[in-house]
């Protein structure tokens, strides 16, 4: 899949710091977080499940907010904050996948194009990531009536269709076979290449080593490479 070049940006974060309450007892899920992801390129962040990835994603997309530290948008993005971000702008992959029960699978995916009233527009390009996901068969369907792998590339789809400037991606090939996930990450590996700055929290070793770069997340610090 190919498409115009989306202009400089990306993310980062200096010093992030996450704490929650757990009974009487405060956890640091992020302590100190610095990051950095830049247009067109691939970051994985990888780590054992409890370390703060998902955790930094939410931070990232606006669902939580840092207790300390700075988390600011790159080029075109800069001074906005998270939650002023259109689907175009940061596009987000979450593990729940978030897909409307009462749309279809097509619908799913063209839904940020309808949140700016250009889904005639965009339909196209939805037809074509449906076809690339193995979706096409199942475009009428609900959510409720496709497998979970089925409905995680639906999310994947919906994600691109805009070619956001950002994309934030919480395990996106946990539910895929080998084929799939190969499938999916070329869609990810085309989204940077066309300028988008794209951070996915993963467990797998194939979206690993198809990144640029690959952070370590353990007890909510991140390390630059693989794990040891």
């Known amino acids: 899949m190919t498409g115009r070049r989306q202009p400089a940006g990306g993310l980062a974060g200096v010093g992030l710091v996450?704490?929650?309450?757990?009974?009487?007892?405060?956890?640091?899920?992020?302590?100190?977080?610095?990051?950095?992801?830049?247009?067109?390129?691939?970051?994985?962040?990888?780590?054992?499940?409890g370390s703060g990835?998902?955790?930094?994603?939410?931070?990232?997309?606006?669902?939580?907010?840092?207790?300390?530290?700075?988390l600011s948008y790159l080029g075109p993005l800069a001074d906005r904050r998270p939650e002023t971000l259109g689907w175009r702008n940061l596009a987000l992959v979450p593990q729940a996948l978030?897909?409307?029960?009462?749309?279809?699978?097509?619908?799913?995916?063209?839904?940020?194009?309808?949140?700016?009233?250009?889904?005639?527009?965009?339909?196209?390009?939805?037809?074509?990531?449906?076809a690339d996901f193995g979706l096409t068969h199942l475009a009428d369907r609900y959510p409720h009536q496709?497998?979970?792998?089925?409905?995680?590339?639906?999310?994947v789809a919906r994600a691109l269709l805009l070619r956001p400037a950002v994309l934030l991606a919480d395990e996106p090939t946990a539910?895929?076979?080998?084929?799939?996930?190969d499938r999916l990450l070329d869609a990810v590996v085309d989204?940077?290449?066309?300028?988008?700055?794209?951070?996915?929290?993963?467990?797998?070793?194939?979206?690993?080593?198809?990144?640029d770069r690959v952070l370590s997340m353990r007890d909510g610090v991140i390390t630059e490479g693989r794990p040891r």
Not at 120 to 127: G, I, M
Not at 146 to 155: C, D, K, M, N, Y
Not at 191 to 211: M, N, Y
């Open 98 to 130: 978030g897909l409307v029960t009462d749309l279809s699978l097509a619908d799913n995916v063209l839904l940020p194009a309808r949140l700016r009233r250009t889904h005639a527009a965009a339909r196209s390009r939805a037809d074509a990531l449906l």
């Open 175 to 181: 539910h895929q076979d080998r084929g799939h996930a």
């Open 146 to 155: 496709a497998s979970l792998g089925e409905q995680q590339r639906a999310a």
């Open 53 to 70: 990835k998902s955790t930094l994603l939410a931070l990232l997309c606006g669902w939580e907010t840092p207790d300390e530290g700075e």
């Open 18 to 49: 996450k704490r929650f309450a757990r009974g009487s007892e405060t956890v640091t899920a992020l302590a100190g977080v610095d990051l950095r992801v830049d247009a067109g390129e691939f970051v994985a962040l990888v780590g054992p499940s």
């Open 191 to 211: 989204a940077a290449r066309e300028g988008s700055a794209v951070l996915i929290a993963t467990h797998d070793e194939l979206a690993w080593s198809r990144a």
